[in-house]
């Protein structure tokens, strides 16, 4: 499968606690993108990669979140200090380039107890 | 907040019917893209729109770009089981996507 991968598929922790998820982009796609998605919202930008290089950020993206991609290829996505309001579906995207299309993952799951 | 508003939120209609969802916003676009997502996944592309007024159809579904570049709707024309998802606009800025509200659309055989 060539497609954009997304690990683990569900998450289960509580309060306080640490999570971090992995993104596998499709291999030549230099742009990677991190989103957040409620039930019953649209995915709302956290944050997007082109290569290893973090060029934007949201607000979304409180000092709890940080996100890397060292080599250009995968990424991750941690969360500290995990809160209730963090529940929600994480979802990774990539493209070719800007503009290009964005081809997104299956998501992560998180559920903050 | 986003960007982008959707309406209607939830639809249900029969098999057969048609519908329109649509996409607004007081921003102005470069491009809009329509997505479908299904329960567990990641959404899908559907289309990208990018001159103003611009007309676009797959299939059963027409797309259409306002002349503004600020709007957009989605037609689907004798609606079929098949075609029950969420579905999200997203318009493009600089290189950022700012995702609609989705439509949950369900179609009943």
């Known amino acids: 499968d060539t497609g954009v991968s997304q690990d683990p598929r569900h998450k289960i922790t509580k309060r306080g606690q640490n999570v971090t998820f992995r993104c596998d982009p499709i291999?030549?796609?230099?742009?990677l993108y991190w989103y957040r998605q409620t039930l019953g919202q649209g995915p709302e930008f956290l944050t997007y990669?082109?290569?290893?290089?973090?060029?934007?950020k949201s607000r979304l993206l409180s000092d709890r979140f940080s996100a890397e991609r060292p080599k250009g290829s995968f990424s991750t996505l941690e969360i500290q200090r995990t809160e209730q309001g963090d529940s929600a579906m994480y979802l990774c995207?990539?493209?070719?380039?800007?503009?290009?299309?964005?081809?997104f993952g299956p998501g992560t799951r998180l559920t903050v107890t | 907040t986003q960007l982008l508003e959707q309406s209607p939120q939830f639809l249900s209609i029969q098999e057969g019917e048609n519908l329109t969802v649509y996409c607004n916003s007081s921003?102005?676009?470069?491009?809009l893209q329509w997505y479908r997502q299904e329960p567990g996944e990641g959404p899908v592309l559907l289309v990208t729109?990018?001159?103003?007024?611009e007309v676009k159809k797959l299939k059963r579904l027409t797309f259409q770009f306002g002349d503004a570049r600020k709007d957009s709707s989605l037609h689907i024309t004798a609606a079929q089981p098949g075609d029950t998802g969420l579905y999200l606009c997203?318009?493009?800025?600089?290189?950022?996507?700012?995702f609609g509200t989705g439509t949950s659309l369900t179609v009943i055989p």
């Open positions: 995207a990539s493209s070719l380039g800007s503009g290009d299309e964005q081809y």
């Open positions: 291999s030549e796609h230099n742009r």
């Open positions: 990669f082109q290569n290893e290089a973090q060029l934007e």
């Open positions: 921003s102005v676009f470069s491009s």
């Open positions: 729109v990018v001159t103003g007024g």
């Open positions: 997203a318009g493009v800025r600089g290189n950022q996507f700012y």
